[in-house]
């Protein structure tokens, strides 16, 4: 049903995009400004890792472990089946139960939300990690960085007004913003393959870890596509 599917797609995609800009940059960052020592080349591996790592692969791991042999997860679909759906205002369940003020589905589905958004989260991260290291390295040495720390200027003050904002600009197709809308491409070519069997309303049909009704047992799915921006065209009638 796409009028439950999107809302949960939604959901999901934001949590993901939240999560990824702030861990994605904050350690791209770190990084680029640890260049070449033992922090800055244990992030690049680390990286390295979370984007050759299959979503759909990752997404199987993380529930047998954490559901299946810890018990620390919850189940398949967004609310246990103990759980009613909170009034309908946004179809985003987390969002409705706080504006409801039901704090115990908050927290279940919340909960639920919690593996997936780790799932996606991990491949966007390490593309971001990627992305905003380089375009921090662009900038780092440039004129106008070494003309305002020799004015004196504090280290955050240099960082964050003209280290980060060189960055997020940069030449044409190489700064932040550029790079970072650029994750959207290829989705097209990503979403003309076979859905993943992953049966979340708002994650494509099938039966994977996350799979489920609404209320059946956990999560808001993962496992579609390669990232999170994928999710919004993996929805079925």
């Known amino acids: 049903d796409p009028a439950t599917a999107f809302p949960a797609t939604i959901e999901l995609a934001l949590a993901v995009l939240v999560l990824s800009i702030l861990i994605g940059i904050g350690l791209g960052l770190y990084a680029a ?13 680390l990286s ?20 299946y ?15 009613s759906t909170p009034p309908h205002v946004t179809g985003m369940y987390v969002v409705d139960a706080l504006i409801a003020g039901q704090w115990d589905t908050f927290g279940n589905a919340l909960a639920h939300l919690i593996l997936p958004t780790i799932v996606l989260t991990l491949y966007t991260v390490g593309l971001l990690v990627r992305f905003s290291r ?3 390295l662009d900038v780092i040495n440039q004129d106008y960085v070494t003309a305002a720390r020799a004015k ?10 003209y280290i980060l904002r060189g960055a997020g600009g940069g030449e044409p197709g190489t700064g932040l913003r550029e790079r970072v809308l650029g994750l959207q491409e290829g989705a097209e070519d990503d979403d003309e393959q076979p859905e993943d069997d ?33 999710t919004l065209g993996s929805i079925r009638p």
């Open 198 to 230: 992953d049966d979340h309303p708002g994650d494509g049909q099938g039966g994977a870890p996350f799979g489920g009704e609404p209320q059946a047992s956990a999560g808001a799915g993962c496992g579609g596509g390669g990232h999170f921006t994928l």
């Open 33 to 45: 400004l640890r260049h070449r020592k033992f922090s800055d080349q244990l992030i690049r591996v």
């Open 69 to 83: 042999l810890l018990g620390w997860a919850p189940g398949s679909g967004q609310l246990d089946p103990t759980f």
């Open 152 to 161: 004196g200027l504090s280290g955050r003050i240099v960082t964050f007004r």
């Open 134 to 136: 380089s375009s921090i």
């Open 48 to 67: 390295l890792v979370g984007i050759s790592m299959p979503t759909f692969w990752l997404a199987m791991v993380f529930f047998y472990v954490f559901f």
